[in-house]
């Protein structure tokens, strides 16, 4: 699991996908920028109930948990091929080549993918912008 600082930003920034969060137990996520695991199930239905209090919860999402979101009709191993296909396949694009590069885990691979697919946003460094 990426707990890097350069993960947290881009999960952050991803509303998106915070948005889509239903806590369960194991899942990983910062509260006041100290990160946490939901260890059982009172912390989850805590969680759940998360938007009546102040306290800002952000959910960091493993792989596994990306590729869930992009809700394919395929199998697993398509969903696996499109990720590879556009992360390497175009070995020619430098700009395409330039833009995956810059990612230095496979949550942030995914998390890149599943926002360019779903929700047609590239990571700038700093924000998720429309492309």
């Given at each position: 699991?990426?707990?890097?600082?350069?993960?947290?930003?881009?999960?952050?920034?991803a509303?998106?996908?915070?948005?889509?969060?239903?806590?369960?137990?194991?899942?990983?996520?910062?509260?006041?920028s100290?990160?946490r695991?939901?260890?059982?199930?009172?912390?989850?239905i805590h969680?759940?109930n998360?938007?009546?209090?102040d306290?800002?919860?952000?959910?960091?999402?493993?792989?596994?948990?990306?590729?869930?979101?992009?809700?394919?009709?395929?199998?697993?191993?398509?969903?696996?091929?499109?990720?590879?296909?556009?992360?390497?396949?175009?070995?020619?694009d430098d700009?395409?080549?330039?833009?995956?590069?810059v990612?230095?885990?496979?949550?942030?691979?995914?998390?890149?993918?599943v926002?360019?697919?779903?929700?047609?946003?590239?990571w700038?460094g700093?924000?998720?912008?429309?492309q």
């Amino acid at each position: 699991m990426d707990k890097s600082e350069t993960y947290i930003k881009m999960a952050g920034k991803a509303e998106e996908i915070q948005n889509k969060w239903k806590p369960e137990i194991y899942d990983s996520y910062v509260e006041r920028s100290n990160i946490r695991i939901i260890p059982d199930i009172s912390t989850r239905i805590h969680l759940n109930n998360r938007f009546k209090f102040d306290v800002v919860y952000m959910w960091l999402p493993r792989q596994d948990q990306l590729q869930e979101l992009l809700n394919y009709s395929i199998a697993p191993l398509g969903i696996t091929w499109k990720f590879f296909w556009s992360v390497y396949g175009d070995a020619e694009d430098d700009k395409n080549r330039e833009y995956w590069s810059v990612f230095n885990s496979m949550e942030q691979l995914w998390l890149a993918f599943v926002m360019k697919e779903k929700f047609n946003k590239i990571w700038t460094g700093k924000e998720w912008k429309e492309q």
